[in-house]
Structure formats: structure tokens, C-alpha cells
Antibody
Framework: EVQLVQSGAEVKKPGESLKISCKGSGYSFTSYWIGWVRQMPGKGLEWMGIIYPGDSDTRYSPSFQGQVTISADKSISTAYLQWSSLKASDTAMYYC????????????WGQGTLVTVSS | EIVMTQSPATLSVSPGERATLSCRASQSVSSNLAWYQQKPGQAPRLLIYGASTRATGIPARFSGSGSGTEFTLTISSLQSEDFAVYYCQQYNNWPFWTFGQGTKVEIK
């Protein structure tokens, strides 16, 4: 079974750094892209960026370029989303999901990581 | 950026009735459109891709149609587990995806 399992919920203060993870299993992790999607409280879905763990090729949505960093460690089949200085407006649920240039939709999705940034 | 507009924002339907959800693209996306279902507290789940192909394990009561700029998701006979928020997503220009704002299907 193809699965993406994300790290647990985080509570942080403004200005702190954070790295959340997404571990893939049940498929060749280096053969598909992993995308990150933000969902702010009560809002819709926003694509943030994607990474190809095979060679770490990374693409960012213009809305998130420079705001976050996406990385991957193919040796442990894990992708990451990180912030160097969190803001209250980063409070949201973050999902990872698998994609690739031939099947260009997102499937499957991780269960989500809730990030709460509050002083 | 391609803007995706879903209507209505909320759809009130009785169990067993048909639900019709619309999604419009600001420019043609051909058939490069997916639909997702999101239940409260859960991650989105792929329902339809290629505008009309059901994903693995999706019941036949879900159907998608359309191409170009106008798309429809139809749920032929609503079951209790179908009450959720539905999102459309264009993937015509990979990887610059955009999602619609969602349609909430609620119990009438």
C-alpha cells in the first residue's frame, strides 16, 4: 500500500524555526515527486512546492518562494518542509502528497501536520 | 495564474438525491482537472482525474464531466458518507496547480 506518513502536530512561537516531515512507503520514493499543500483554518487548498527526491529538483509556487524550504533525504524516504522564522500567519494544516509529470494530480495524501504559531 | 471558481459555495441536499457541483477555469485546461473530497478532520482524497476518470476504489455514483473551462462533478444518489467539501484542481500547467475554493455538500 502506498502511504505518506507525516510528523505530528507542532506548537511554536513567532520567530522560531520548524521542520516537518513526510515519509513515503510502499513505492519507489525516488521515482515520484512529493508536493506540499497548505490549508489555513477554515480555508481551501494552496500548493506550496514540490520536490523530486531522486535528484532534489525543487519547484516553488511563486506565493511561497523564499518563505519555506523543501528538501528530501532519499536514504530514509522522507521529504521535509521547513521555516526559518515562523509567523502567526503560518498557522495551518500542511499536507504532503505524491505526484509526477505523467499523473499530474495529487494521490495519495499524507494525514496532515497541524502547525500552530502563537505567542 | 489559472483561477478556478466553484459553485455553489454550499449545496444542501437530502440523502438519496442527486448533487451537481460546478467548476469553471479562467482559461482552458483541456481535460486536466481533478476532483478531491475532504471530510472534516481528514486529508483530501482523489475522486476523479482527467475530468472524468474515477480513481481507484471510488464508487460509481461519483462521475465527472466537462473539458476546456467548464466541469461538473455529479453524485447520483447521496449517501451519508458523501457529505463533505469538494475541491476541483487544474493541472494543465504542471506543476503550477490551482484549486477551486471548494463546495460544501451538507445535509438538507
Amino acid at each position: 500500500e502506498v502511504q505518506l506518513v507525516q510528523s505530528g502536530a507542532e506548537v511554536k512561537k513567532p520567530g522560531e524555526s520548524l521542520k516537518i516531515s513526510c515519509k513515503g512507503s510502499g513505492y519507489s520514493f525516488t521515482s515520484y515527486w512529493i508536493g506540499w499543500v497548505r490549508q489555513m483554518p477554515g480555508k481551501g487548498l494552496e500548493w506550496m512546492g514540490i520536490i523530486y527526491p531522486g535528484d532534489s529538483d525543487t519547484r516553488y509556487s511563486p506565493s511561497f518562494q523564499g518563505q519555506v524550504t523543501i528538501s528530501a533525504d532519499k536514504s530514509i524516504s522522507t521529504a521535509y518542509l521547513q521555516w526559518s522564522s515562523l509567523k502567526a500567519s503560518d498557522t495551518a494544516m500542511y499536507y504532503c502528497a505524491r505526484t509526477d509529470p505523467s499523473r499530474r494530480w495529487f494521490d495519495p495524501w499524507g494525514q496532515g501536520t497541524l502547525v500552530t504559531v502563537s505567542s | 495564474e489559472i483561477v478556478m471558481t466553484q459553485s455553489p459555495a454550499t449545496l444542501s441536499v437530502s440523502p438519496g438525491e442527486r448533487a451537481t457541483l460546478s467548476c469553471r477555469a479562467s482559461q482552458s485546461v483541456s481535460s486536466n482537472l481533478a476532483w478531491y473530497q475532504q471530510k472534516p478532520g481528514q486529508a483530501p482524497r482523489l475522486l476523479i482525474y482527467g475530468a472524468s476518470t474515477r480513481a481507484t476504489g471510488i464508487p460509481a455514483r461519483f462521475s465527472g464531466s466537462g473539458s476546456g473551462t467548464e466541469f461538473t462533478l455529479t453524485i447520483s444518489s447521496l449517501q451519508s458518507e458523501d457529505f463533505a467539501v469538494y475541491y476541483c484542481q487544474q493541472y494543465n500547467n504542471w506543476p503550477f496547480w490551482t484549486f477551486g475554493q471548494g463546495t460544501k455538500v451538507e445535509i438538507k
